[in-house]
């Protein structure tokens, strides 16, 4: 079983959103013409690649866990968007499926092998092309008071085996030939619930129900005490910033 398996079928439907405004921002700053050629590496169930498909020509999605690709599959015809997916390696696309004017990253660089990937750029990205590293989180501030809580359960009952692998990498692309050139990012809020919450937390690798087990209905139990507290009707606001990290060949 595949570590994200048991998370493919809510995973779109309860992780950070993007929301379309980000699509646009992103492809305004980099004046896209409609016409590139995108790689979506680790594409999940297809969020990013699915949001660029407008202004872009043609998307193509990899992804090593069989489960993640039939919810694209699935994302992709409910869109009637054309969008062919590939179950491999990030790492080991052949050049013969490029070149790509623009590859497109989400929550997945930190599973990446850096040396194959960076070797994996050099092959198929076009010259001039451009590497966008995304990501969607709440604030964690006044404007999300359950963030504190909702981390703290996330810290007790992960798997820290599985956590080693979500340290952020804010340096991956040091000593490369890539350098960032800009951020865009996208503020959105939409309204949650403790349940969503919940349903979000299970999406990820170090809480999945795979991970958990016979453990995860005391997981839900333990997640909704703290997390009811801040939503005393039920429902609140959650404010997200989505952003695109950009990069180019210095």
């Not at 349940?195 to 453990?215: M, N």
């Not at 703290?226 to 606001?237: C, E, I, K, R, S």
């Amino acid at each position: 079983m595949g570590r994200f398996e048991t998370t493919a079928r809510t995973y779109a439907a309860h992780r950070e959103p993007y929301p379309p405004r980000f699509f646009a921002a992103v492809a305004d700053a980099l004046h896209l013409a409609g016409r590139e050629a995108l790689i979506d590496l680790g594409t999940g169930p297809g969020l990013l690649a699915l949001g660029f498909a407008p202004y872009v020509g043609r998307i193509l999605g990899v992804d090593p866990e069989p489960a993640m690709i039939a919810e694209a599959r699935r994302a992709a015809a409910a869109a009637k968007v054309e969008f062919p997916l590939i179950e491999g390696r990030a790492e080991d696309v052949p050049a013969a499926l490029g070149p790509f004017d623009l590859v497109a990253i989400g929550r997945a660089l930190h599973w990446l092998d850096r040396g194959a990937t960076l070797a994996a750029f050099d092959r198929i990205l076009a010259p001039g092309g451009r590497i966008l590293i995304c990501g969607s989180s709440p604030f964690a501030d006044e404007k999300n008071p359950w963030r504190p809580a909702y981390e703290s359960v996330l810290v007790a009952w992960g798997d820290a085996r599985e956590g080693r692998h979500h340290r952020l990498h804010e340096n991956w692309f040091e000593g490369s030939r890539f350098a960032e050139i800009a951020t865009v990012t996208a503020m959105h809020r939409h309204e949650i619930g403790p349940q969503d919450l919940i349903e979000r937390a299970l999406t990820r690798s170090t809480s999945s129900p795979a991970v958990l087990g016979a453990r995860l209905p005391d997981f839900r139990a333990d997640m909704l005490a703290a997390l009811t507290p801040f939503f005393p009707n039920g429902v609140a606001d959650e404010v997200i910033e989505s952003r695109a990290t950009i990069f180019a060949a210095a």
